[in-house]
């Protein structure tokens, strides 16, 4: 059940990507909503399933830009891998130690994303830090207030209790 | 000390999916022609999907605006829009062809540019990435659109297109950081090429130390790239920095109210052979922007 929930929620995080950007035109749109959903989905399910959220999230933005087909899941996935991993090791059911959650995996998207494309000689980038802070901080201030939404859904709270006395007893993946 | 089962499955798929990726941009980093089999499969899906979505986000809006907030006046808006934006493509075909038979054909000897085939087609979604300037259109290689073909609108140029699948299209936005055509400064004649900054701003480089740019200039398609026929309205000169010979062009289109666009489809086709003439859209689309 988790894995058609994850991959309709990134099928919707598509879509409201292409019709928000279709919306601002040429404006560059400071949020990414399906990293944004991709770091829910490895907070929700854990790292396993950010990495492979990722990997297909990613992948289906390479093919929907016409951009290098990997890129984009290469890096995806393994921002949503590691913050699925930061998710079991660190606390993060606070709005704080999550905002900085999505902040360093949108931070970390970008650069891998930028430094491949830099690498292989395909897209230059002038300038990059405005634009990557930008985007970091509007993915996390989305992915606060979705998890903020998230949490308001009855037995996500005791799905999180559940996994802390997992992590506790050093079970939890 | 043995790892626990699960944790050696775990790195193990991690090292897998890493390996996948890695091999999948290393068959696409050598320069090949065509589109792998995924991108088309995962494009056609979505577009799909695209459509449905665009669909009924249209007929809410449908509904709002043509009965309850605008009766009446938006379809006479636009058949007018329609029909300036005809015009407008007109002027555009008519200006290329005039500065081909005065500087080329006049001058050298050279044939004049032959009309343009072109096929209209909708804008039904923007990039899927924030890093990305694109956009989706509605038809494909049904309707003859192919990789590399030119995109424009009644103002100028859109960009090309990167991806075709059967029913739809994405399009590289001429303003992404890696698009680029060969252009011409219309009032001296030099020659440059027109990079996207990704910001929205286009720049003008590769040009003569000694090159005669100014601000206001008109930049136009010079046709050298192979890609973009010449005479194609890029933008305006905004900016010119003398000191690294940096040249700002603001795009003449306006890629926040992109709805229709035309693709052309043939940039050589002769008079004779009996597709639509310049500034006409061959079926499949109205023409507005």
Not at chain 1, 121 to 149: E, H, I, S
Not at chain 2, 1 to 15: E, H, K, N, Q
Not at chain 2, 170 to 195: F, H, K, P, Y
Not at chain 2, 209 to 234: C, E, N
Request: hydrophobic residues 50%.
């Amino acid at each position: 059940m988790s894995v058609i929930r994850s991959i309709v929620a990134i099928v919707v995080a598509l879509i409201l990507q292409s019709l928000l950007a279709k919306a601002v035109g040429v404006a560059r749109l400071p949020v990414d909503l399906v990293l944004v959903t991709v770091v829910s989905i490895a907070l929700l399910y854990g790292r396993v399933a950010g990495l492979l959220g990722g990997s297909l999230a990613g992948l289906a933005q390479d093919a929907m830009s016409g951009g290098v087909m990997g890129i984009g899941g290469l890096s995806a996935s393994l921002s949503g891998f590691l913050a699925g991993f930061a998710g079991t090791q660190f606390i993060v059911t606070q709005s704080g130690p999550r905002f900085m959650l999505f902040l360093g995996a949108s931070a970390l998207r970008s650069a891998i994303f930028m430094g491949l494309y830099s690498l292989l000689g395909l897209r230059r980038f002038d300038q990059p830090f405005f634009d990557l802070a930008l985007l970091a901080l509007g993915n996390a201030c989305v992915g606060v207030v979705l998890f903020w939404a998230i949490e308001r859904r009855p037995g996500v709270s005791a799905r999180w209790r559940t996994r802390g006395e997992r992590r506790r007893k050093g079970r939890y993946r | 000390m043995a790892l626990p089962d699960t944790t050696r499955r775990v790195r193990y798929l991690f090292v897998a999916v890493m390996v996948g990726h890695i091999l999948l941009i290393s068959t696409q980093v050598s320069p090949r022609p065509g589109v792998t089999l995924l991108q088309a499969s995962l494009v056609t899906a979505m577009a799909e999907i695209h459509r449905l979505a665009s669909v009924a986000w249209g007929s809410v809006w449908n509904v709002w605006d043509g009965y309850v907030a605008l009766r009446g006046v938006r379809a006479d808006n636009q058949r007018l829009v329609q029909e300036m934006a005809a015009l407008r493509v007109q002027v555009q075909q008519e200006r290329a062809a005039f500065q081909t038979t005065e500087q080329l054909r006049a001058l050298l000897g050279l044939r004049a540019n032959v009309p343009w085939k072109m096929g209209g087609a909708d804008v039904i979604g923007g990039g899927a990435s924030p890093e990305f300037r694109s956009a989706v259109i509605n038809r494909g290689t049904d309707a003859g659109f192919n990789r590399d073909m030119p995109v424009i609108t009644a103002t100028g140029l859109v960009g090309r297109i990167v991806v075709a699948s059967a029913h739809a299209a994405t399009l590289q936005l001429i303003v992404d950081r890696s698009a680029a055509a060969a252009a011409i400064v219309e009032r001296s004649r030099v020659q440059g090429v027109i990079m996207g900054n990704g910001d929205g701003t286009l720049r003008l480089d590769y040009l003569s130390a000694t090159a005669d740019v100014q601000r206001g200039d008109r930049i136009s398609t010079s046709g050298v790239d192979g890609i973009y026929p010449k005479g194609i309205v890029v933008g305006v000169v905004e900016r010119v920095e003398k000191s690294g010979r940096v040249v700002t062009v603001v795009p003449v289109v306006d890629f926040s109210s992109l709805e229709t666009v035309l693709v052309i489809v043939d940039a050589s086709m002769p008079p004779e052979a009996g597709g639509p003439a310049a500034g006409q859209a061959a079926p499949g689309g109205p023409v507005k922007q």
